[in-house]
């Protein structure tokens, strides 16, 4: 299988009016404010999968800071997924800061077939990643529900562009110590976290933190692959494009191209988002 583990969909609806969910959440505004910015809904992103030989997508909320869009954004996302079974994987959205309320949608998502929690992003929703008591409550029902959580993270150097944020590497390496025992997928390479831990023991308390490729090939050199697999194990690296970004036949060729090998590839590209959200078990 060939599984996308970050993808973002939106209604049809939103598309149409988008300047009027501009007003709505200042995250929002800013990602979208270009006119080139691009946006897809769930048709859209099984025909791409359909041309790009994908077998499955993760489909990502947007990480709104309003909780009822959020559980807008979660129904769509949820019946999207029951008309294309199988192929299209919800990953819900939930306001950390919203306390009971987050959990109460958390565990009525659950109830109706997410598979993870996530995008969390934690600038536009105005939390800290590392706010560990305030996350507790969300983080014990995610585990409760065997629900990886999908964050948002950024590398504190390099150019600066739209939704950029500013969750460090260290911030997730705070809430991994606090976590331990939670599934953690970092977006875009975990802002680079991959390669501290080359540092033992960094390598011990991030023993359930993944990272996906999203939006990789905009942010670094095609070798991150082979030197990410090289510093974590290829077990520890899910494909993403980040579509409707970027484009998923082109992702896939310049990984095949990247020079890992195909056990790697194998791993990468779908056996280990396979195992993380328990597909064999469903």
């Known amino acids: 299988m060939i599984i996308d583990a970050h993808t973002h969909v939106f209604p049809p609806g939103i598309q149409a009016n988008k300047e009027k969910w501009r007003q709505r959440d200042a995250w929002f505004a800013d990602l979208y404010a270009s006119s080139q910015a691009r946006m897809a809904t769930a048709d859209d992103l099984v025909a791409e ?16 800071a309003d909780p009822g869009l959020l559980a807008e954004m979660n129904d769509y996302l949820l019946a999207a997924a029951r008309t294309n ?3 299209l994987l919800p990953f819900i959205g939930v306001q950390p800061r919203a306390g009971k309320a987050a959990v109460a949608e958390l565990e009525r998502c659950a109830r109706l077939g997410a598979y993870g929690i996530g995008e969390l992003m934690p600038d536009g929703q105005g939390f800290a990643l590392d706010d560990c008591e305030m996350l507790a409550p969300l983080v014990e029902a995610a ?22 944020g500013t969750v460090s590497p260290l911030a997730v390496y705070r809430f991994a110590a606090r976590f331990a025992e939670t599934t953690l997928i970092c ?14 023991e960094v390598a011990a308390a991030l023993a359930n933190v993944y990272y996906d490729t999203a939006a990789g090939l905009y942010l670094y ?30 992702f896939i060729a310049r990984l095949r191209a990247s ?6 590839l194998r791993l990468v590209l779908g056996d280990n988002a396979a195992r993380l959200l328990r597909l064999r078990e469903r």
């Open 49 to 64: 999968m359909d041309r790009s030989g994908v077998d499955a997508s993760v489909i990502c909320a947007f990480g709104f």
């Open 85 to 87: 079974r199988g192929r």
């Open 143 to 164: 585990q409760a529900h065997h629900l990886p959580i999908l964050t948002h993270t950024s590398e504190p150097l390099g150019h600066a562009y739209p939704g950029k």
């Open 187 to 200: 977006a875009h390479w975990g802002g680079g976290l991959p390669f501290l831990e080359l540092q033992p």
């Open 221 to 250: 050199r095609d070798a991150v692959f082979p030197a990410a697999a090289l510093a974590v194990g290829p077990r520890k690296i899910l494909f993403a494009t980040d579509y409707p970004l970027l484009n998923q036949e082109r």
């Open 259 to 264: 020079g890992l090998g195909e056990a790697a």
